[in-house]
C-alpha cells in the first residue's frame, strides 16, 4: 500500500519559516516526480513546487519563487519544502503527491498517490 504522509505544518508569524516533510512508503521517489500542492479555504488546489526524479529538475509557482525550495533524501524517501519568509497569502493546507510519469506537472490528475495534508498558518 502507498502511503504519503506530510508533517512539519503549524502557525507561524509572517516571515518565518516552516519546512514541510513528505515521507513515502510502498513507492520510491526514484520513480516519481513529487509535487506539493496547497489548498486555501474557498480557492482551487494549486501546484507550489515539484521535484522531477527523471532528471532532478524543480519548479515553483511564481508566487513562492526565492522563498520556498524542494529537495530530497532518498535514503529516508522523503522530500521536504522549506518554506521562508512566509507571508499570509500562504496560509493553506498543504499537500504533497506522487506523479509515476516521473515529470513535474501542475496538473493534479496525473498525480497518482497523494497524503493527507498539513495546515500551514501564518499570522500578519
Known amino acids: 500500500e502507498v502511503q504519503l504522509v506530510e508533517s512539519g505544518g503549524g502557525l507561524v508569524q509572517a516571515g518565518g519559516s516552516l519546512r514541510l516533510s513528505c515521507a513515502a512508503s510502498?513507492?520510491?521517489?526514484?520513480?516519481?516526480?513529487i509535487g506539493w500542492f496547497r489548498q486555501a479555504p474557498g480557492k482551487e488546489r494549486e501546484g507550489v513546487s515539484c521535484?522531477?526524479?527523471?532528471?532532478?529538475?524543480?519548479d515553483f509557482l511564481d508566487s513562492v519563487k526565492g522563498r520556498f525550495t524542494i529537495s530530497s533524501d532518498n535514503a529516508k524517501n522523503t522530500v521536504y519544502l522549506q518554506m521562508n519568509s512566509l507571508k499570509p497569502e500562504d496560509t493553506a493546507v498543504y499537500y504533497c503527491?506522487?506523479?509515476?510519469?516521473?515529470?513535474?506537472?501542475?496538473?493534479?490528475?496525473?498525480?497518482?498517490?497523494w497524503g493527507q495534508g498539513t495546515q500551514v498558518t501564518v499570522s500578519s
Open positions: 521535484l522531477s526524479s527523471a532528471d532532478g529538475s524543480t
Open positions: 503527491a506522487a506523479d509515476p510519469r516521473s515529470y513535474c506537472s501542475g496538473y493534479t490528475g496525473w498525480y497518482d498517490y
Open positions: 510502498g513507492l520510491t521517489f526514484d520513480n516519481y516526480a
